[in-house]
């Protein structure tokens, strides 16, 4: 794992090597030139993943929910990669060692992938650091790739609403369902999951869901199912997936996934220019030709606007 090479990474990633993988993860993760140089190798080869997210409140139960999915997909045979994405906590913090407590029983299984990913701090974070790591897994030949947000910030909904299909957990009790609406998710949602179903209230969430479905214009002629499932147990998880691969067919045959991914390549690509952009500004504002300016602003010899034409000049931009 001394061997940095991006090249020789993805191809021992891709016969199977999960080092070499999570090396590579680690890699965008940190962010900077290594980071680029890994998506410049990852992006020809991807765009044969599906992606899942799944986001909702803390302790909704979404990693006991993606615990019980893989329990249920590792049963049909199929492979599954779980991308765990924590935008506040370091990695030591305790959302993600419960996550990776939740998916223990599936460490040792080569056909289960899980990984956690933190923000660095550095320019972009996570926002352009997930989809990265996506490509990433992508790149590597995992065809099935869940993406579970911890929390309910503008970071975990942004993330969680780039996936081809997102799957919004809440749960039983009065005002859950309004508290995800608060947060921006309902907009999101492609599918609904009330996870603790063996708790009371079920009918009331499933009902001011309904109701909130009924009020939102949702612009399309997918109506997103609610289902049930107790996380803990495994109930419900086979309808839960079969929403989510009704959705995945509809957004398929609709064009909807191609114009939803089209326009996600379109905002990374706007994303990676503002943090470039920002970063020559963080520039700018050192050295003495900007301690020259600021100086002649605070004297109100230069106006602000001009000094910043002036910063520019030089720069192109
Ligand atoms: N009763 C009941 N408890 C559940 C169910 N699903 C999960 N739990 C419990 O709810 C708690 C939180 O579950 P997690 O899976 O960690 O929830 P999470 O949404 O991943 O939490 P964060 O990642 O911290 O946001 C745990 O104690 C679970 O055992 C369920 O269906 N029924
Ligand atoms: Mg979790």
């Not at 996506?134 to 579970?148: K, M, N, S, T």
């Not at 191609?258 to 990676?272: A, F, P, Y």
Request: some cysteine; hydrophobic content about 40%; glycine content about 10%.
């Amino acid at each position: 794992l001394r061997n940095v090479d991006p090249e020789r990474l993805f191809t021992a990633a891709r016969a199977g090597d999960r080092a070499a993988l999570a090396r590579l993860l680690s890699l965008v993760e940190r962010g900077g030139d290594e980071a680029h140089a890994v998506g410049r190798l990852a992006y020809p080869r991807s765009g044969n993943a599906y992606t899942v997210g799944i986001t909702g409140s803390p302790g909704a139960g979404k990693s006991t929910l993606t615990s019980a999915l893989i329990t249920h997909l590792r049963a049909r045979g199929e492979e599954v990669a779980v991308l765990a994405i924590d935008p506040s906590s370091p990695f030591t913090g305790g959302a993600i060692l419960g996550d990776r407590v939740r998916m223990q029983e599936h460490a040792t299984d080569p056909g289960v992938f899980i990984r956690s990913m933190a923000t660095r701090g550095h320019l972009g974070g996570l926002a352009l650091a997930a989809p990265e790591a996506i490509r990433v897994l992508d790149a590597v030949g995992r065809e099935q790739i869940i993406v579970e947000t911890v929390g309910v910030g503008q970071v975990e909904v942004e993330v969680a609403a780039k996936a081809d299909t997102t799957v919004v957990v809440v749960n039983p009790g009065w005002g859950d369902a309004v508290q995800a609406n608060k947060a921006g998710l309902m907009e999101i949602a492609d599918v609904f999951v009330i996870n603790k179903a063996d708790r009371p209230g079920l009918d009331q969430t499933r009902r001011d869901l309904e109701q909130m479905l009924d009020l939102s214009d949702l612009g399309g002629d997918w109506r997103p199912p609610i289902v049930a499932t107790v996380g803990s147990t495994g109930q419900g998880v086979e309808q839960f997936w079969q929403a989510v691969l009704n959705h995945r067919q509809a957004a398929e045959a609709s064009g909807v996934l191609e114009r939803r991914r089209q326009r996600r390549l379109q905002e990374e690509l706007r994303s990676i220019l503002a943090s470039r952009l920002d970063a020559r500004a963080r520039q700018l504002c050192s050295g003495d030709r900007y301690d020259e300016l600021v100086a002649a602003v605070l004297e109100r010899r230069v106006d602000p606007w001009s000094a910043a034409d002036e910063l520019l000049e030089g720069v192109g931009a």
